[in-house]
Protein backbone atom coordinates (compact mmCIF):
# COMPACT_ATOMS: atom_id res chain seq x y z
CA UNK A 1 0.00 0.00 0.00
CA UNK A 2 1.49 3.48 -0.83
CA UNK A 3 1.95 5.75 1.73
CA UNK A 4 -0.81 8.04 0.75
CA UNK A 5 -3.72 5.44 1.79
CA UNK A 6 -2.66 5.84 5.68
CA UNK A 7 -3.82 9.07 6.00
CA UNK A 8 -6.72 10.35 8.05
CA UNK A 9 -9.81 11.40 6.05
CA UNK A 10 -9.46 15.40 6.68
CA UNK A 11 -8.58 18.56 5.01
CA UNK A 12 -8.62 22.19 5.53
CA UNK A 13 -9.67 24.45 2.91
CA UNK A 14 -7.96 27.29 1.97
CA UNK A 15 -9.84 29.95 -0.32
CA UNK A 16 -10.24 33.76 -0.28
CA UNK A 17 -13.70 34.73 1.14
CA UNK A 18 -16.36 36.31 -1.15
CA UNK A 19 -20.14 35.46 -0.09
CA UNK A 20 -23.01 35.24 1.93
CA UNK A 21 -22.16 35.51 5.09
CA UNK A 22 -24.72 33.35 7.99
CA UNK A 23 -25.47 33.67 11.06
CA UNK A 24 -23.70 31.23 13.99
CA UNK A 25 -26.32 28.10 14.95
CA UNK A 26 -26.19 26.91 18.22
CA UNK A 27 -24.66 23.81 17.56
CA UNK A 28 -21.51 26.45 15.63
CA UNK A 29 -20.98 28.10 19.43
CA UNK A 30 -20.23 24.95 21.21
CA UNK A 31 -17.80 24.10 18.55
CA UNK A 32 -15.99 27.28 19.14
CA UNK A 33 -16.19 26.86 22.96
CA UNK A 34 -15.35 23.15 22.44
CA UNK A 35 -12.10 22.67 25.20
CA UNK A 36 -9.09 20.98 23.02
CA UNK A 37 -5.35 20.03 23.87
CA UNK A 38 -2.91 21.31 21.78
CA UNK A 39 0.90 20.38 22.57
CA UNK A 40 3.99 22.67 22.42
CA UNK A 41 4.69 22.88 18.90
CA UNK A 42 6.38 25.58 16.68
CA UNK A 43 4.87 24.87 13.25
CA UNK A 44 3.03 26.82 10.35
CA UNK A 45 -0.02 28.77 10.92
CA UNK A 46 -1.24 26.05 7.92
CA UNK A 47 -0.03 22.50 9.94
CA UNK A 48 -1.70 24.80 13.55
CA UNK A 49 -4.95 24.80 12.02
CA UNK A 50 -4.81 21.69 10.72
CA UNK A 51 -4.29 20.11 13.92
CA UNK A 52 -7.22 21.86 15.05
CA UNK A 53 -9.34 20.21 12.08
CA UNK A 54 -7.74 16.94 13.23
CA UNK A 55 -9.24 17.64 16.82
CA UNK A 56 -12.69 19.06 15.66
CA UNK A 57 -13.82 17.36 12.85
CA UNK A 58 -14.31 21.15 11.31
CA UNK A 59 -12.29 22.51 8.06
CA UNK A 60 -11.39 26.28 8.00
CA UNK A 61 -12.10 28.64 5.75
CA UNK A 62 -10.42 32.08 4.79
CA UNK A 63 -8.57 34.70 3.12
CA UNK A 64 -5.42 33.13 2.14
CA UNK A 65 -4.40 37.02 2.01
CA UNK A 66 -5.46 37.67 5.47
CA UNK A 67 -3.93 35.02 6.81
CA UNK A 68 -0.53 33.85 6.38
CA UNK A 69 -0.21 30.30 6.08
CA UNK A 70 3.32 29.80 6.11
CA UNK A 71 4.38 32.23 9.09
CA UNK A 72 5.55 30.15 12.11
CA UNK A 73 3.78 30.69 15.10
CA UNK A 74 5.28 29.11 19.00
CA UNK A 75 2.29 27.10 20.86
CA UNK A 76 2.69 26.58 24.47
CA UNK A 77 1.18 23.23 25.51
CA UNK A 78 -2.29 23.42 27.36
CA UNK A 79 -5.86 23.03 26.92
CA UNK A 80 -7.63 26.09 25.61
CA UNK A 81 -11.03 26.54 23.46
CA UNK A 82 -11.16 26.11 19.94
CA UNK A 83 -11.60 30.04 19.61
CA UNK A 84 -8.79 30.69 21.46
CA UNK A 85 -6.84 28.26 19.56
CA UNK A 86 -7.65 30.21 16.50
CA UNK A 87 -6.90 33.84 17.93
CA UNK A 88 -3.51 32.49 19.05
CA UNK A 89 -2.55 30.49 16.18
CA UNK A 90 -3.90 33.71 13.76
CA UNK A 91 -2.72 36.16 15.91
CA UNK A 92 -5.32 38.55 15.24
CA UNK A 93 -8.32 38.73 18.08
CA UNK A 94 -10.40 41.10 15.41
CA UNK A 95 -10.66 38.59 13.39
CA UNK A 96 -14.39 37.17 13.13
CA UNK A 97 -15.17 33.45 13.22
CA UNK A 98 -18.80 31.55 12.08
CA UNK A 99 -19.25 28.41 11.63
CA UNK A 100 -21.05 27.27 8.03
CA UNK A 101 -22.23 23.71 8.16
CA UNK A 102 -19.10 21.63 8.91
CA UNK A 103 -16.79 24.62 8.40
CA UNK A 104 -15.41 27.18 10.54
CA UNK A 105 -15.13 30.80 8.42
CA UNK A 106 -12.46 33.07 9.82
CA UNK A 107 -13.05 36.15 8.17
CA UNK A 108 -12.73 40.36 9.05
CA UNK A 109 -15.70 41.74 10.46
CA UNK A 110 -16.00 44.52 7.68
CA UNK A 111 -16.31 42.39 4.77
CA UNK A 112 -19.42 41.93 3.18
CA UNK A 113 -20.52 40.58 -0.58
CA UNK A 114 -21.42 43.58 -1.71
CA UNK A 115 -21.23 43.22 -5.29
CA UNK A 116 -23.35 39.78 -5.45
CA UNK A 117 -26.03 41.98 -2.58
CA UNK A 118 -26.32 44.29 -5.99
CA UNK A 119 -26.89 41.66 -8.51
CA UNK A 120 -29.67 40.22 -6.69
CA UNK A 121 -31.37 43.58 -6.78
CA UNK A 122 -30.91 44.60 -10.13
CA UNK A 123 -34.89 43.40 -11.50
CA UNK A 124 -35.27 41.33 -14.80
CA UNK A 125 -31.82 40.66 -15.18
CA UNK A 126 -29.41 37.79 -15.19
CA UNK A 127 -26.02 38.15 -13.04
CA UNK A 128 -23.37 35.91 -12.79
CA UNK A 129 -21.07 35.22 -10.58
CA UNK A 130 -17.42 33.24 -10.99
CA UNK A 131 -15.73 30.24 -8.83
CA UNK A 132 -12.46 29.65 -9.75
CA UNK A 133 -8.82 28.37 -8.35
CA UNK A 134 -6.59 25.13 -8.09
CA UNK A 135 -7.83 21.75 -6.67
CA UNK A 136 -4.19 20.17 -4.78
CA UNK A 137 -3.80 17.11 -2.61
CA UNK A 138 -4.20 17.41 0.98
CA UNK A 139 -0.34 16.41 1.61
CA UNK A 140 1.54 16.31 -1.37
CA UNK A 141 0.34 19.94 -2.43
CA UNK A 142 0.46 18.64 -6.27
CA UNK A 143 -1.93 19.88 -8.32
CA UNK A 144 -5.14 17.23 -8.77
CA UNK A 145 -5.85 17.06 -12.52
CA UNK A 146 -8.97 16.53 -13.93
CA UNK A 147 -10.99 16.63 -11.02
CA UNK A 148 -14.92 17.23 -11.45
CA UNK A 149 -16.12 20.54 -10.21
CA UNK A 150 -20.69 20.14 -10.01
CA UNK A 151 -23.07 22.21 -9.04
CA UNK A 152 -25.17 19.24 -6.83
CA UNK A 153 -28.13 17.84 -7.70
CA UNK A 154 -27.93 19.61 -11.73
CA UNK A 155 -25.60 18.65 -14.75
CA UNK A 156 -23.52 21.59 -13.90
CA UNK A 157 -20.30 21.02 -13.68
CA UNK A 158 -16.28 20.80 -14.85
CA UNK A 159 -13.44 19.44 -14.78
CA UNK A 160 -9.75 20.44 -13.64
CA UNK A 161 -6.65 20.93 -15.96
CA UNK A 162 -3.23 19.74 -15.85
CA UNK A 163 -2.61 22.18 -13.49
CA UNK A 164 -5.53 21.22 -11.11
CA UNK A 165 -7.10 24.65 -12.53
CA UNK A 166 -11.09 25.44 -12.74
CA UNK A 167 -13.58 28.05 -13.78
CA UNK A 168 -17.10 27.75 -13.06
CA UNK A 169 -19.11 30.75 -14.11
CA UNK A 170 -22.95 30.26 -12.45
CA UNK A 171 -26.26 32.44 -12.54
CA UNK A 172 -26.45 33.95 -8.94
CA UNK A 173 -29.65 32.10 -8.59
CA UNK A 174 -26.80 29.06 -7.72
CA UNK A 175 -25.56 31.02 -4.85
CA UNK A 176 -27.32 28.89 -2.10
CA UNK A 177 -26.25 25.74 -4.27
CA UNK A 178 -23.36 23.41 -2.81
CA UNK A 179 -20.55 22.77 -5.09
CA UNK A 180 -18.45 19.42 -5.20
CA UNK A 181 -15.01 18.90 -5.52
CA UNK A 182 -14.18 15.30 -6.30
CA UNK A 183 -11.63 12.82 -8.14
CA UNK A 184 -10.28 9.26 -8.18
CA UNK A 185 -8.97 8.36 -5.01
CA UNK A 186 -9.91 11.03 -3.18
CA UNK A 187 -12.86 12.16 -0.56
CA UNK A 188 -15.30 14.51 -2.37
CA UNK A 189 -15.86 17.43 -0.62
CA UNK A 190 -19.18 20.09 -0.42
CA UNK A 191 -19.11 23.90 0.44
CA UNK A 192 -21.71 26.60 -0.48
CA UNK A 193 -21.20 28.25 -3.51
CA UNK A 194 -22.11 31.37 -1.86
CA UNK A 195 -18.54 30.84 0.43
CA UNK A 196 -16.81 30.56 -2.91
CA UNK A 197 -18.08 33.30 -4.90
CA UNK A 198 -15.29 35.80 -5.95
CA UNK A 199 -11.56 36.32 -6.18
CA UNK A 200 -9.04 33.00 -6.86
CA UNK A 201 -9.16 30.13 -4.60
CA UNK A 202 -7.06 26.82 -3.07
CA UNK A 203 -8.49 24.03 -2.25
CA UNK A 204 -7.22 20.76 -0.81
CA UNK A 205 -8.91 17.08 -0.99
CA UNK A 206 -7.90 14.33 1.26
CA UNK A 207 -6.87 10.91 -0.44
CA UNK A 208 -9.32 8.20 0.49
CA UNK A 209 -8.53 5.15 2.42
CA UNK A 210 -8.79 1.96 1.62
CA UNK A 211 -10.43 0.00 4.26
CA UNK A 212 -8.01 -3.31 4.85
CA UNK A 213 -10.57 -5.01 7.01
CA UNK A 214 -13.20 -5.32 4.40
CA UNK A 215 -10.18 -6.04 1.33
CA UNK A 216 -9.15 -9.62 1.08
CA UNK A 217 -5.53 -9.58 0.17
CA UNK A 218 -4.10 -11.97 -2.11
CA UNK A 219 -0.57 -12.55 -3.75
CA UNK A 220 -1.74 -10.42 -7.29
CA UNK A 221 -0.71 -12.59 -10.49
CA UNK A 222 -0.41 -9.75 -12.82
CA UNK A 223 -0.70 -11.48 -15.91
CA UNK A 224 -3.39 -13.15 -14.28
CA UNK A 225 -5.04 -10.17 -13.83
CA UNK A 226 -5.23 -8.54 -17.09
CA UNK A 227 -6.57 -11.62 -18.43
CA UNK A 228 -9.24 -11.72 -16.43
CA UNK A 229 -9.99 -8.26 -17.18
CA UNK A 230 -10.29 -9.72 -20.76
CA UNK A 231 -12.66 -12.75 -20.17
CA UNK A 232 -14.86 -10.40 -18.28
CA UNK A 233 -15.26 -8.18 -21.42
CA UNK A 234 -18.58 -9.88 -22.32
CA UNK A 235 -20.36 -9.42 -18.56
CA UNK A 236 -18.93 -5.74 -18.15
CA UNK A 237 -19.03 -3.72 -21.38
CA UNK A 238 -21.89 -2.57 -24.29
CA UNK A 239 -22.58 -5.69 -26.68
CA UNK A 240 -24.93 -3.24 -28.50
CA UNK A 241 -23.95 0.36 -30.38
CA UNK A 242 -25.19 3.56 -28.19
CA UNK A 243 -25.15 6.80 -29.17
CA UNK A 244 -22.77 9.14 -26.83
CA UNK A 245 -23.09 13.25 -26.82
CA UNK A 246 -20.00 14.37 -25.65
CA UNK A 247 -17.91 17.41 -24.99
CA UNK A 248 -14.48 17.26 -27.17
CA UNK A 249 -11.54 19.68 -27.00
CA UNK A 250 -8.03 20.20 -28.43
CA UNK A 251 -5.40 22.60 -28.21
CA UNK A 252 -2.07 24.05 -28.84
CA UNK A 253 0.95 25.76 -26.84
CA UNK A 254 3.99 27.06 -28.17
CA UNK A 255 6.62 27.77 -25.24
CA UNK A 256 3.41 27.32 -22.50
CA UNK A 257 1.78 29.68 -24.33
CA UNK A 258 -1.82 29.69 -25.62
CA UNK A 259 -1.98 29.29 -29.44
CA UNK A 260 -5.58 27.93 -30.71
CA UNK A 261 -8.06 25.93 -28.33
CA UNK A 262 -10.26 24.27 -30.55
CA UNK A 263 -13.88 23.02 -28.73
CA UNK A 264 -16.79 21.09 -29.57
CA UNK A 265 -20.18 19.16 -29.13
CA UNK A 266 -20.52 15.85 -30.73
CA UNK A 267 -23.02 12.93 -31.00
CA UNK A 268 -21.08 9.78 -31.32
CA UNK A 269 -22.27 6.73 -33.14
CA UNK A 270 -20.28 4.06 -30.76
CA UNK A 271 -20.38 0.75 -31.96
CA UNK A 272 -20.23 -2.86 -29.80
CA UNK A 273 -16.40 -3.53 -28.36
CA UNK A 274 -17.33 -6.59 -30.22
CA UNK A 275 -17.78 -5.14 -33.99
CA UNK A 276 -14.47 -5.08 -35.19
CA UNK A 277 -15.75 -4.06 -38.86
CA UNK A 278 -17.97 -1.19 -38.17
CA UNK A 279 -16.00 2.27 -37.23
CA UNK A 280 -17.43 4.77 -35.02
CA UNK A 281 -18.90 7.68 -36.13
CA UNK A 282 -19.16 11.33 -34.94
CA UNK A 283 -21.96 14.12 -35.80
CA UNK A 284 -20.69 18.15 -35.09
CA UNK A 285 -23.44 19.47 -33.03
CA UNK A 286 -21.76 22.63 -32.08
CA UNK A 287 -17.44 24.04 -32.57
CA UNK A 288 -16.04 27.18 -31.77
CA UNK A 289 -12.53 27.71 -32.13
CA UNK A 290 -10.60 30.54 -30.62
CA UNK A 291 -6.80 31.88 -31.26
CA UNK A 292 -3.87 33.87 -29.62
CA UNK A 293 -3.39 36.49 -32.53
CA UNK A 294 -0.05 37.24 -31.05
CA UNK A 295 1.04 33.68 -31.15
CA UNK A 296 -0.68 31.65 -34.43
CA UNK A 297 1.79 33.57 -37.35
CA UNK A 298 3.87 31.71 -35.49
CA UNK A 299 2.70 28.12 -35.86
CA UNK A 300 4.19 26.33 -38.43
CA UNK A 301 3.06 22.47 -37.92
CA UNK A 302 -0.61 21.17 -38.20
CA UNK A 303 -1.26 18.10 -36.39
CA UNK A 304 -3.04 15.11 -36.91
CA UNK A 305 -6.67 15.43 -35.35
CA UNK A 306 -7.12 14.38 -31.89
CA UNK A 307 -11.11 13.21 -32.62
CA UNK A 308 -9.66 9.77 -34.71
CA UNK A 309 -7.62 9.25 -31.68
CA UNK A 310 -9.97 9.50 -28.96
CA UNK A 311 -12.33 6.83 -31.08
CA UNK A 312 -9.65 4.53 -31.37
CA UNK A 313 -8.27 5.18 -27.85
CA UNK A 314 -11.00 3.18 -26.74
CA UNK A 315 -9.00 -0.31 -25.70
CA UNK A 316 -11.62 -2.72 -24.61
CA UNK A 317 -12.61 -2.34 -28.43
CA UNK A 318 -9.28 -1.43 -29.81
CA UNK A 319 -6.98 -3.94 -28.00
CA UNK A 320 -3.39 -2.30 -27.68
CA UNK A 321 -0.56 -4.34 -27.81
CA UNK A 322 -0.29 -4.41 -24.23
CA UNK A 323 -3.22 -5.93 -23.68
CA UNK A 324 -3.42 -8.35 -26.73
CA UNK A 325 -3.05 -11.67 -25.35
CA UNK A 326 -1.22 -13.18 -28.45
CA UNK A 327 1.69 -10.85 -28.26
CA UNK A 328 2.09 -8.95 -24.09
CA UNK A 329 3.66 -12.38 -22.99
CA UNK A 330 6.70 -11.67 -25.40
CA UNK A 331 7.54 -7.73 -25.64
CA UNK A 332 5.83 -6.58 -22.00
CA UNK A 333 6.78 -6.95 -18.36
CA UNK A 334 3.71 -6.82 -15.84
CA UNK A 335 4.43 -6.15 -12.38
CA UNK A 336 1.49 -5.45 -9.23
CA UNK A 337 1.99 -2.66 -7.44
CA UNK A 338 -0.35 -1.66 -5.57
CA UNK A 339 -4.38 -1.61 -4.64
CA UNK A 340 -6.17 2.12 -5.10
CA UNK A 341 -9.33 3.71 -4.65
CA UNK A 342 -11.48 4.37 -8.33
CA UNK A 343 -15.06 5.57 -8.07
CA UNK A 344 -15.35 3.94 -4.55
CA UNK A 345 -14.18 1.01 -5.97
CA UNK A 346 -11.07 -0.81 -5.26
CA UNK A 347 -8.87 -1.48 -8.15
CA UNK A 348 -5.32 -2.96 -8.73
CA UNK A 349 -2.57 -1.32 -10.03
CA UNK A 350 -0.89 -2.76 -12.38
CA UNK A 351 2.55 -1.63 -14.34
CA UNK A 352 3.40 -2.53 -17.19
CA UNK A 353 7.11 -1.85 -19.84
CA UNK A 354 8.50 -3.23 -22.78
CA UNK A 355 11.36 -5.66 -22.42
CA UNK A 356 14.87 -4.61 -22.10
CA UNK A 357 15.42 -6.55 -25.20
CA UNK A 358 12.84 -4.67 -27.31
CA UNK A 359 13.96 -1.42 -28.87
CA UNK A 360 10.90 0.11 -30.60
CA UNK A 361 9.31 2.60 -29.53
CA UNK A 362 6.31 0.68 -27.06
CA UNK A 363 4.08 1.71 -24.49
CA UNK A 364 4.96 1.70 -20.86
CA UNK A 365 2.12 2.66 -17.84
CA UNK A 366 -0.67 1.59 -15.39
CA UNK A 367 -3.89 -0.35 -15.75
CA UNK A 368 -6.00 0.45 -12.93
CA UNK A 369 -8.54 -2.84 -12.70
CA UNK A 370 -11.65 -3.13 -10.61
CA UNK A 371 -10.89 -6.07 -7.98
CA UNK A 372 -13.99 -7.53 -7.77
CA UNK A 373 -15.45 -7.65 -11.05
CA UNK A 374 -12.31 -7.26 -13.36
CA UNK A 375 -13.33 -4.11 -15.27
CA UNK A 376 -10.72 -1.71 -16.24
CA UNK A 377 -11.24 1.50 -14.80
CA UNK A 378 -8.41 3.30 -15.99
CA UNK A 379 -5.42 3.18 -17.78
CA UNK A 380 -2.77 5.69 -18.04
CA UNK A 381 0.24 5.17 -20.60
CA UNK A 382 2.86 6.78 -22.73
CA UNK A 383 5.27 5.38 -25.36
CA UNK A 384 8.87 4.61 -23.30
CA UNK A 385 10.51 8.13 -23.36
CA UNK A 386 13.47 6.11 -24.06
CA UNK A 387 12.58 5.55 -27.82
CA UNK A 388 10.02 8.34 -27.96
CA UNK A 389 12.44 10.60 -30.45
CA UNK A 390 11.86 8.19 -32.87
CA UNK A 391 7.72 8.51 -33.47
CA UNK A 392 8.02 11.95 -35.50
CA UNK A 393 6.21 10.18 -38.76
CA UNK A 394 3.45 9.18 -36.49
CA UNK A 395 2.03 12.51 -34.98
CA UNK A 396 2.97 15.09 -37.65
CA UNK A 397 0.69 16.00 -40.64
CA UNK A 398 2.52 18.31 -42.08
CA UNK A 399 5.34 20.87 -41.31
CA UNK A 400 7.45 23.97 -43.03
CA UNK A 401 10.98 22.49 -44.97
CA UNK A 402 12.92 24.19 -43.09
CA UNK A 403 12.10 23.10 -39.58
CA UNK A 404 12.32 19.96 -37.57
CA UNK A 405 10.20 17.81 -35.33
CA UNK A 406 11.35 16.10 -32.41
CA UNK A 407 8.96 13.98 -29.89
CA UNK A 408 9.45 14.32 -26.24
CA UNK A 409 6.61 13.04 -24.83
CA UNK A 410 3.49 11.52 -25.68
CA UNK A 411 1.09 10.59 -22.75
CA UNK A 412 -2.58 9.49 -22.71
CA UNK A 413 -5.28 8.63 -19.93
CA UNK A 414 -8.56 6.69 -20.83
CA UNK A 415 -10.90 5.71 -18.41
CA UNK A 416 -14.78 3.71 -18.02
CA UNK A 417 -17.17 4.06 -15.95
CA UNK A 418 -20.47 2.65 -15.41
CA UNK A 419 -24.03 3.10 -16.57
CA UNK A 420 -26.64 0.72 -15.70
CA UNK A 421 -24.76 -1.56 -14.96
CA UNK A 422 -22.51 -1.52 -18.43
CA UNK A 423 -19.41 0.22 -18.28
CA UNK A 424 -18.37 3.40 -20.98
CA UNK A 425 -15.80 4.95 -21.71
CA UNK A 426 -16.18 8.20 -20.01
CA UNK A 427 -13.00 10.20 -20.67
CA UNK A 428 -9.78 10.23 -23.40
CA UNK A 429 -7.15 12.40 -22.61
CA UNK A 430 -3.84 12.74 -24.91
CA UNK A 431 -0.77 14.92 -24.59
CA UNK A 432 2.13 15.73 -27.02
CA UNK A 433 4.87 17.57 -26.34
CA UNK A 434 7.78 18.44 -29.36
CA UNK A 435 10.64 20.12 -29.42
CA UNK A 436 10.71 22.56 -32.93
CA UNK A 437 13.67 23.98 -34.63
CA UNK A 438 14.55 25.34 -37.40
CA UNK A 439 17.15 23.76 -39.53
CA UNK A 440 20.75 25.24 -40.05
CA UNK A 441 20.15 27.42 -37.12
CA UNK A 442 21.91 27.03 -33.69
CA UNK A 443 19.35 28.93 -32.27
CA UNK A 444 15.10 29.51 -32.96
CA UNK A 445 14.10 26.36 -30.88
CA UNK A 446 11.03 26.30 -28.97
CA UNK A 447 8.35 24.00 -27.37
CA UNK A 448 5.28 22.75 -28.68
CA UNK A 449 2.54 20.55 -26.63
CA UNK A 450 -1.10 19.71 -28.49
CA UNK A 451 -3.11 17.95 -26.90
CA UNK A 452 -6.67 16.74 -27.00
CA UNK A 453 -9.69 15.38 -24.77
CA UNK A 454 -13.32 14.07 -24.78
CA UNK A 455 -15.86 13.40 -21.94
CA UNK A 456 -18.82 11.44 -22.69
CA UNK A 457 -22.25 13.37 -20.91
CA UNK A 458 -24.94 11.59 -22.01
CA UNK A 459 -25.63 8.15 -23.24
CA UNK A 460 -28.66 6.83 -25.04
CA UNK A 461 -29.38 3.22 -25.95
CA UNK A 462 -32.70 3.96 -27.44
CA UNK A 463 -32.97 3.66 -31.27
CA UNK A 464 -29.59 3.74 -32.20
CA UNK A 465 -28.64 3.73 -36.09
CA UNK A 466 -25.55 4.99 -37.74
CA UNK A 467 -25.49 8.43 -39.20
CA UNK A 468 -26.05 9.31 -42.74
CA UNK A 469 -23.53 10.12 -45.13
CA UNK A 470 -24.09 14.04 -44.89
CA UNK A 471 -24.24 14.44 -41.67
CA UNK A 472 -21.19 12.73 -40.12
CA UNK A 473 -17.81 14.16 -40.00
CA UNK A 474 -14.39 12.81 -41.21
CA UNK A 475 -12.30 12.04 -38.17
CA UNK A 476 -8.80 11.73 -39.69
CA UNK A 477 -8.52 15.41 -40.57
CA UNK A 478 -6.94 18.26 -38.85
CA UNK A 479 -10.19 19.47 -36.50
CA UNK A 480 -9.59 22.92 -36.06
CA UNK A 481 -9.35 23.83 -40.38
CA UNK A 482 -13.22 22.70 -40.03
CA UNK A 483 -15.85 24.57 -41.40
CA UNK A 484 -18.63 25.27 -39.04
CA UNK A 485 -21.10 27.84 -38.21
CA UNK A 486 -20.55 29.62 -34.94
CA UNK A 487 -23.80 30.00 -32.65
CA UNK A 488 -23.48 32.71 -30.61
CA UNK A 489 -26.35 31.70 -28.48
CA UNK A 490 -25.15 28.61 -27.55
CA UNK A 491 -21.72 29.25 -26.51
CA UNK A 492 -21.69 32.74 -25.24
CA UNK A 493 -21.97 32.14 -21.53
CA UNK A 494 -20.44 28.01 -22.20
CA UNK A 495 -18.09 26.78 -19.53
CA UNK A 496 -14.94 26.06 -21.14
CA UNK A 497 -12.36 24.13 -19.34
CA UNK A 498 -9.08 26.06 -19.20
CA UNK A 499 -6.00 23.94 -21.09
CA UNK A 500 -3.78 25.57 -18.97
CA UNK A 501 -2.71 28.15 -16.61
CA UNK A 502 -1.93 30.84 -19.23
CA UNK A 503 -5.21 30.68 -21.24
CA UNK A 504 -6.25 33.99 -21.21
CA UNK A 505 -9.31 35.03 -18.96
CA UNK A 506 -12.00 35.44 -22.23
CA UNK A 507 -12.76 32.10 -22.84
CA UNK A 508 -14.49 31.73 -19.94
CA UNK A 509 -17.54 28.57 -19.04
CA UNK A 510 -20.86 28.35 -18.24
CA UNK A 511 -23.52 25.43 -17.36
CA UNK A 512 -23.43 22.91 -20.02
CA UNK A 513 -26.21 22.63 -22.41
CA UNK A 514 -25.66 18.64 -23.48
CA UNK A 515 -29.07 18.37 -22.88
CA UNK A 516 -30.36 21.46 -25.07
CA UNK A 517 -27.87 20.16 -27.49
CA UNK A 518 -29.57 16.92 -27.59
CA UNK A 519 -33.05 18.24 -27.51
CA UNK A 520 -32.45 20.20 -31.05
CA UNK A 521 -30.16 17.38 -32.69
CA UNK A 522 -33.92 15.37 -32.21
CA UNK A 523 -35.87 18.44 -33.67
CA UNK A 524 -33.59 18.88 -36.22
CA UNK A 525 -32.62 15.27 -37.61
Request: proline residues 4%; contains cysteine.
Amino acid sequence: MGAKMTYRLFYIIIVCLFGVLTPIRAGGEEVLDRMIQLPKSRETVYKLLDQVSRQTGYLFIYDSQLINNEQVVRLKSGTRSVRQAIYEIVGNTQLALRVIGNHILIYHPTEAPVAIERARSIPDSVSYFTIEGVLRDRYSQEPISYGTVSVVGSSVGSVTNQNGAYRLRLPETSLGSLISFSHLGYVSQTIEASVLAGQNRTLTLEPKVIPLQEVIIRVANPLRIVREMLESREKNYARHPVYFTSFYREGIERNHKFVTLTEAVFKVYKTSYLDVHNADQVKLLKMRSISNRLEKDTFVTKMKSGIDACLQLDLIKNLPDFLDPSTRDLIYVYTSSDLTVINNRVANVICFEQRKTTTDPLFTGKLFIDADNNALLQAQFEINPRYVTHTADIFVEKKARDMSITPLKVLYTVSYKPWKDTYYISHVRGDLSFKVKKKKRLFGSFLLHTWFEMATCKIDTEQVVRFGRKEKLSTRTVFADTSFEYDQAFWEDFNVIPPEEVLTEAIEKLSSKIEETTRDDMDHP
